[in-house]
């Protein structure tokens, strides 16, 4: 059974957002460009040539979250469900901090 249209694939692998971060991070030499988009990972790689903002647009959220850039331009449905086949995994982010709060 599929999932709500334009959601991503349900058999996402995590990925730890250290890792993701470090290894797909903009000093990433393999050349693939890996975004981060509401928290899931996509390479984005196969499709630089397509996009219609310009491959630099992608290219300079390479290992980073691209989120508010993407919601920003407002991309249409067929753009959304587009963009699942290049989904990897979710972004496993975890708190930074904790704040103990005693009265």
Do not use: C
């Not at 693939?32 to 300079?60: C, M, S």
């Not at 708190?95 to 709060?101: E, G, K, M, V």
């Amino acid at each position: 059974e599929q999932g709500v249209v334009g959601s991503p694939p349900e058999d996402l692998k995590d990925i730890e957002d250290e890792k993701f971060y470090k290894d797909m991070g903009a000093d990433y030499t393999n050349g693939d460009v890996w975004i981060e988009i509401d928290r899931i990972a996509y390479n984005v790689t196969d499709f630089l040539a397509q996009h219609p903002g310009g491959e630099a647009t992608l290219r300079k959220y390479t290992g980073s979250d691209a989120t508010e850039a993407f919601h920003r331009v407002r991309h249409s449905m067929s753009a959304k469900i587009l963009m699942q086949k290049f989904a990897i995994g979710y972004i496993r982010k975890r708190p930074h901090a904790y704040r103990i709060l005693e009265h």
